[in-house]
């Protein structure tokens, strides 16, 4: 008789607790109806699971708490709801402190912030402002977000910009040092070009009346007679012509510097200018040149008439004995020239001559200043018209490189970047 009493206590008991558990259940479901209670439905292997809002809002906050920006809530009158740990660590404030205080406290320029609010009728609210806690200012920017009709509240995303601030300050500090130092460079470069102006003309100018005077002296009858006298001042005639013609030479080195006036140029006109020039050279020795159809390039005719006459002329006397000259300048597109660009395309333009050629080995040293592969009773210049045609080459972003052997002649090759 107690035992069986015990069992009816035990399922009293256990029916209370299933009304409780089904009342729960089915006020949650009322709400649910009813629209107070947000809620959705998993089908999990087969079985329906019930997330209402207080379960999905959990992993919300989980969200929100993790978030790498800062995330608040306010009310319409600026009063701190809620505020998630990343805001209260950008701001150095505990975040029970926080919530309860205006937001527009922390603000440096208050209008500015109410002006963000006022566009909310419009719809999401985006912009920069500054906050302003304990005397330091923290750039960010700000997204608001009504939460109207749900909530008489505003949602607010904050992004730190103080990482992309001193990023940009410090572009512009660079800018304005690297703007300096160009400015300075190009001062430096036009004092040299003075100064380049006034030697050139301090030394042609007593180098001009030397050779005027040792002429005038060689030519003279008096001087017949003296055949020492005359070999000494032929000497002295031929040193200051080859002084006379380095100094030229150096003049037009340094102004070779110069990237002003670049502007279309047609190759092919530049060719015919250059031709026009050496018109007797090449005649006298009975030179031999084709040219084909050349391209147009961003330029300074100038520069390019002085790189090509160089290259021609310097195909002219490097001949071989009792051979006629003969100089073939070819045009083609090209790409891996560059090794850090493979991709970029260029225009090769070859200068191939019939003439004595040269040494593997000396295909890089042509292009120094001064570099000299034969003596000057050999063959006259300076060594400085190769250098001359690395540089012209260098301020058109373009390079130059020479393929030669000893009696096969040598090949020019000019790379100008093709701009798309």
């Not at 040792?214 to 012509?241: D, F, R, W, Y």
């Not at 510097?257 to 050279?281: A, P």
């Not at 310097?314 to 660009?341: H, M, Q, Y």
Request: charged share 25%.
């Amino acid at each position: 008789m107690k035992e069986k009493e015990q069992n009816i206590d035990k399922i009293l008991s256990e029916y209370a607790e299933l009304k409780i558990k089904l009342y729960e259940a089915q006020s949650l479901i009322d709400a649910i109806r009813g629209g107070g209670i947000d809620a959705l439905v998993v089908n999990e292997n087969g079985k329906p699971t019930l997330y209402s809002l207080e379960t999905a809002d959990y992993t919300y906050r989980l969200l929100i708490e993790k978030f790498g920006e800062g995330a608040l809530t306010i009310s319409e009158k600026g009063v701190i709801l809620y505020c998630n740990e990343y805001f209260s660590t950008l701001l150095n404030v505990p975040t029970h402190k926080l919530v309860g205080t205006y937001f527009s406290s922390y603000v440096n320029s208050v209008g500015q912030f109410k002006a963000l609010q006022d566009n909310l009728i419009t719809g999401i609210s985006k912009g920069e402002i500054v906050l302003n806690v304990h005397d330091r200012k923290i750039p960010v920017y700000v997204s608001l977000t009504s939460l109207q009709p749900n909530l008489p509240a505003i949602g607010v995303i904050v992004t730190d910009l103080s990482a992309k601030r001193k990023h940009e300050e410090d572009i512009a500090n660079y800018q304005s040092k690297l703007e300096r130092k160009i400015t300075e460079l190009n001062e430096t470069n036009e004092r040299l070009e003075q100064f380049i102006h006034v030697i050139s003309h301090d030394i042609k100018e007593p180098v001009r009346k030397i050779l005027t005077y040792a002429s005038h002296l060689i030519t003279s009858p008096v001087m017949a007679q003296e055949s020492t006298t005359v070999n000494n001042l032929k000497i002295i005639n031929s040193s200051a012509g080859r002084l006379n013609s380095l100094v030229e030479d150096l003049v037009r080195y340094s102004l070779t510097s110069s990237l002003d006036g670049f502007v279309y140029v047609d190759l092919d006109e530049v060719l015919k200018d250059v031709l026009e020039d050496l018109e007797l050279s090449i005649k006298e020795i009975s030179a031999t040149i084709t040219i084909e159809s050349l391209p147009g390039i961003t330029g300074s005719k100038t520069q390019l008439r002085q790189l090509f006459s160089n290259l021609i002329s310097n195909a002219l006397k490097f001949r071989k004995a009792g051979t006629n000259p003969e100089i073939t300048i070819t045009s083609e597109v090209t790409d891996c020239v560059d090794k850090e660009s493979p991709n970029k395309i260029f225009h090769k333009i070859s200068v191939h001559d019939n003439g004595i050629g040269m040494q593997k080995a000396y295909l890089k040293k042509i292009f120094v200043v001064f570099q000299r592969l034969h003596m000057p009773e050999e063959y006259s210049g300076n060594g400085i018209g190769l250098a001359i045609c690395k540089k012209i080459m260098e301020n058109h972003l373009g390079s130059i490189s020479a393929e030669s052997s000893p009696g096969k002649g040598s090949t020019f090759n000019l790379y100008f970047p093709i701009k798309y």
